[in-house]
């Protein structure tokens, strides 16, 4: 059996049978000290000093032994598509990734709170203001970033991980505010270049999710409303630091569009917009535009809570497995934890109380490629429930699927493994996120008030 079986097999049975899960010595593990390992190995090892452009860019994927790029493309976590690693197709993958990287980047600006050493935010402003300023389409204002796109590093140019270069939101971009510090001109120029490249018609609101990288050639067909939302939420960016009005009209054509489409044929309401994009908006938007986006995520709010509770007591939802386009059950509960940071709302409570429950004692089946983003969400979810309880068993539990998270994922190396299943570094299955998790149960064992970022971007 290989040690990476070894380690699985033993901790899942030391979390069955409810004994405590350490590292070597018996000691609890040190996680901020994890966490810090983990960024100063990137931050020595883990950028970009390839090719003629030495960007500093952060790779996205990388060997764990060598600490370098690789020269033949590993094997992909469980769940994981070709076209979504950050490399060219069947090539080896040497792409930076900042969205994909995201949590990394807001890790270095909390170790800078908490250590009160600079270098770790210098990392990240390098990156930000490198990458805005150098991988921004000439064409389009677009990002080589996202779901499909990185920054080959070797080559020093944009990558498309398929056959065509097409720029689509991987996840919400929660670093606005710095990077209109950082580089101002480029930030709003790919706030315009959203409005006006990704949208097809600017009248309608019509849209696809996927918009040519390198010209002009937006296309209706793909609007989905997961990436309408992260629009809205950049275009309140927009607004809030430049006042241009054409970033608050961006904002209403796509929530109009979204209001008609909500109405089915038979009169039925559907959830359309997510209401945690929209209240960041809300909140930086004049009047009567973000009451409007407020009535609307309220509305939301009335379909959505429903429907999980649907899905949990059908069974619908996996505990554990993750892949493209389908989420884990302590991932419904982050979208609670993000709504109920915004409103008061006693269903989302309800919600996240019984994912919290389900939690306690659970553990991946052996047979599952299981991602770091997977005890992620669930280290955060009890942490969560802890914060609204105080109830023992949820910070107890928080801090065992920690521990284990550990021992499977960073075992005696520097750098977390892209799955159970693989060895290798590749952040798309969430490493950063599993390490934002690690730093939330730090401070909430040790009952420091450092604030965290809420890990509730994965959505």
């Known amino acids: ?58 790779l996205s994927a990388l060997d764990r032994t060598s600490l370098k790029p690789f020269t033949v493309r590993p094997t992909p976590p469980g769940g994981i598509r070709r076209e979504d690693r950050p490399g060219r197709p069947w090539s080896a993958m040497n792409g930076a990734n900042p969205q994909i990287d995201q949590n990394l980047l807001r890790i270095c600006y909390v170790l800078t709170d908490i250590t009160g050493d ?10 930000l203001t490198w990458f ?3 991988a921004q389409s000439a064409a389009t204002g677009l990002l080589a970033w996202g779901e499909h796109m990185a920054w080959d ?34 930030s709003e120029r790919f706030a315009r270049g959203l409005w006006e490249h990704q949208i097809a018609d600017q009248k309608t609101g019509a849209f696809d999710r996927h918009a040519p990288y390198f010209a002009h050639g937006p296309r209706d067909g793909k609007d989905f409303p997961r990436h309408g939302a992260f629009y809205i939420g950049t275009w309140g960016y927009a607004w809030k630091h430049t006042q241009d009005e054409t970033f608050l009209r961006a904002i209403e054509v796509i929530l109009a569009r979204f ?11 559907i959830a359309t917009l997510g209401p945690l994009d929209l209240e960041i908006a809300a909140r930086m938007v004049p009047e009567p535009l973000a009451a409007r986006l407020r009535a609307f995520g309220a509305s939301e709010d009335e379909l959505i809570a429903p429907e999980i509770k649907k899905q949990m007591a059908a069974g619908a939802v996996p505990q554990w497995r993750n892949a493209y386009s389908a989420g884990t059950l302590a991932s419904q509960a982050m979208f609670c934890v993000g709504r109920l940071e915004q409103i008061d709302n006693p269903s989302y409570r309800e919600i996240l109380l019984s994912i919290a429950d389900a939690y306690v ?16 969400q669930a280290i955060s979810c009890e942490l969560a429930a802890w914060r ?12 065992r699927l920690a521990q284990g998270a550990v021992e499977l994922f960073w075992q005696d190396g520097p750098l977390p493994r892209a799955s159970m299943q693989t060895g290798h570094y590749e952040t798309i299955t969430g490493a950063d996120s599993l390490a934002l998790a690690l730093l939330e149960a730090h401070m909430a064992l040790r009952g420091l008030k450092i604030t965290i970022p809420s890990n509730t971007i994965d959505r």
């Not at 270098?119 to 990240?124: D, S």
């Not at 209001?259 to 309401?269: C, H, L, N, S, W």
């Not at 609204?388 to 801090?399: E, G, I, N």
Request: with cysteine.
């Open 361 to 376: 004692g659970s553990r991946p089946e052996e047979d599952i490629d299981t991602w770091p983003l997977s005890f992620a």
């Open 259 to 269: 209001e008609r489409k909500r109405i089915q044929k038979d009169g039925a309401r």
């Open 1 to 58: 059996m290989t040690r990476i079986r070894q380690v699985a097999v033993v901790w899942l049975l030391l979390l069955l049978d409810g004994r405590p899960v350490c590292c070597a010595g018996g000691e609890e593990p040190d996680f901020l000290g994890v966490v810090q390992r983990y960024v100063q190995t990137m931050i020595e090892h883990g950028r970009d000093t390839y090719g003629p452009q030495r960007s500093g860019l952060f």
């Open 118 to 127: 600079p270098h770790y935010a210098k990392a990240a402003d390098e990156e």
């Open 388 to 399: 609204l309880t105080r109830r023992p068993v949820y910070l107890d539990q928080a801090r």
């Open 153 to 186: 590093v070797v080559l020093d140019q944009p990558i498309a991980g398929g056959n065509d270069a097409e720029h689509e939101f991987a996840r919400p971009w929660m670093l606005w505010d710095r990077c209109f510090q950082l580089a101002p001109g480029a």
């Open 132 to 134: 805005l300023n150098h």
